[in-house]
């Protein structure tokens, strides 16, 4: 009686895609045939052509893994379950790593505020003299000030970006020496 419940089994579960040699040799002849299209037709008729293939092939194949999820979704418990385990050999809590502290919301703090405004400040009067500086014959004052909050704007989101990112980069990184020498001290492990 086991053998035909590992048969359904096998035959139930969700396979990845495969695809033999003819398959693929089929697709690299559709690709020759677009590319020799390009005589006759121009590039957005192909490009067209090859959106509304891509389109129909998606459609099929969503459609062929829906069909199949949902014959798989209708069996019964006990055939969906490749290795049923028993309630002991689940894993335990303490079989996953610790959470970190990038599962947890947070603010950057204050001095995200102060490094975006540097960086605006910076940027502004980078920008102010940079426009003066390559502006051939008379600049006016509107252009320098275009210039000053362009720069100033772009100054503003780049230190914002860096600054973030090593922020939470070396909270990161942090976090992991600190759970890895934990792990390694025998006197916090034991406890």
């Not at 502290?101 to 400040?121: D, E, F, K, P, Y």
Request: charged letters at 10%; proline letters at 6%.
């Amino acid at each position: 009686m086991a053998a035909p419940n590992r048969q359904i089994r096998a035959s139930q579960s969700l396979r990845p895609p495969q695809f033999g040699l003819r398959t693929l040799l089929l697709l690299i002849a559709a690709i020759a045939a677009l590319l020799a299209l390009r005589q006759w037709l121009s590039p957005i008729a192909i490009a067209a052509i090859a959106f509304l293939a891509m389109s129909v092939f998606c459609h099929v194949a969503g459609n062929a893994i829906g069909t199949r999820l949902r014959q798989i979704g209708d069996l019964p418990d006990s055939y969906r379950q490749e290795d049923s385990r028993s309630p002991g050999q689940l894993p335990k809590p303490q079989d996953f790593a610790p959470r970190t502290q990038l599962s947890r919301h947070s603010g950057l703090g204050r001095m995200i505020i102060v490094a975006t405004g540097i960086g605006a400040t910076t940027g502004a009067i980078g920008g102010g003299l940079w426009t003066f500086a390559t502006g051939h014959g008379h600049i006016g004052p509107f252009n320098i000030v275009v210039g000053v909050i362009a720069f100033a704007a772009l100054g503003g989101i780049g230190a914002f970006a860096v600054f973030g990112f090593v922020q939470v980069l070396g909270g990161a990184i942090w976090q992991a020496i600190a759970s890895s020498s934990a792990a390694h001290d025998p006197e916090t492990s034991s406890k």
